[in-house]
Nanobody, 126 residues
Framework: QVQIVESGGGSVQPGGSLRLSCAVS????????IGWFRQAPGKEHEGVSC????????RYSDSVRGRFFASRDITANTAYLQMDNLKPEDTATYYC???????????????????WGQGTQVTVSS
């Protein structure tokens, strides 16, 4: 059974950092790409980053490029999103999602992902 559990959210001041974790079970990260998405109140889901199944190559949205870094630990079956220099506009619920595919180029579209976690809240405020 596929399970995805996010953790690591919290409240930080602008300029601070957080690292989100996405612990998965029931499948291997070798076979699945991982996507990170966020949803702020009243807004649609936004694709933030993803890590491709085949080579761990990552992609980022323009809004977070240079501040966020996605990675994965195959042996721990866990993906991570390191978020630095956080801004108030990064405030949202962050979701980890997975899709079974063999690719070097992951996608940032919600419709591409099969399995979703429950989300973790990130609040950036002074």
């Amino acid at each position: 059974q596929v399970q995805i559990v996010e953790s690591g959210g919290g409240s930080v001041q602008p300029g601070g950092s957080l690292r989100l974790s996405c612990a998965v079970s029931g499948f291997s990260l070798n076979d699945y790409s991982i996507g990170w998405f966020r949803q702020a109140p009243g807004k649609e889901h936004e694709g933030v980053s993803c890590v491709a199944s085949s080579d761990s190559s990552s992609r980022y949205s323009d809004s977070v490029r240079g501040r966020f870094f996605a990675s994965r630990d195959i042996t721990a079956n866990t993906a991570y999103l390191q978020m630095d220099n956080l801004k108030p506009e990064d405030t949202a619920t962050y979701y980890c999602a997975a899709v079974k595919e063999s690719t070097f180029r992951c996608l940032l579209h919600t419709a591409s992902y099969q399995h979703w976690g429950q989300g973790t809240q990130v609040t950036v405020s002074s």
